[in-house]
Nanobody, 115 residues
């Protein structure tokens, strides 16, 4: 059974930092590209960052320079370091494992940026 379990969300003030983690099981983690998506209330789910199996990374323009995605294949875990958080970063953040053709979603973790 495939599981993607996100953690690390919470309430943070503008300008603060959080690190999200996504622990995967049931897949050959090293063979998957891993992505972080987010969905704010009333908005579509959007790609935030992706890291390939070869550790190449890509970011949305809205988070470039503030967020960093990384992976630890020994721990089957992908991370999203979020710095200089803004109110518009408030959303549920989802981990996504992207294989060919199999794809899996985590359950999401809430990030709220507010003073």
């Amino acid at each position: 059974q495939v599981q993607l379990v996100e953690s690390g969300g919470g309430l943070v003030q503008p300008g603060g930092s959080l690190r999200l983690s996504c622990a995967a099981s049931g897949i050959v983690f090293s063979g998957y590209a891993m992505a972080w998506y987010r969905q704010a209330p009333g908005k579509q789910r959007e790609l935030v960052a992706i890291i390939t199996s070869g550790s190449s990374t890509r970011y949305s323009n809205s988070v470039k320079g503030r967020f960093t995605v990384s992976r630890d294949n020994a721990k089957n875990t992908v991370y999203l370091q979020m710095n200089n958080l803004k109110r518009e970063d408030t959303a549920v953040y989802y981990c996504h494992a992207e294989g060919d053709p199999t794809r899996y979603w985590g359950q999401g973790t809430q990030v709220t940026v507010s003073s």
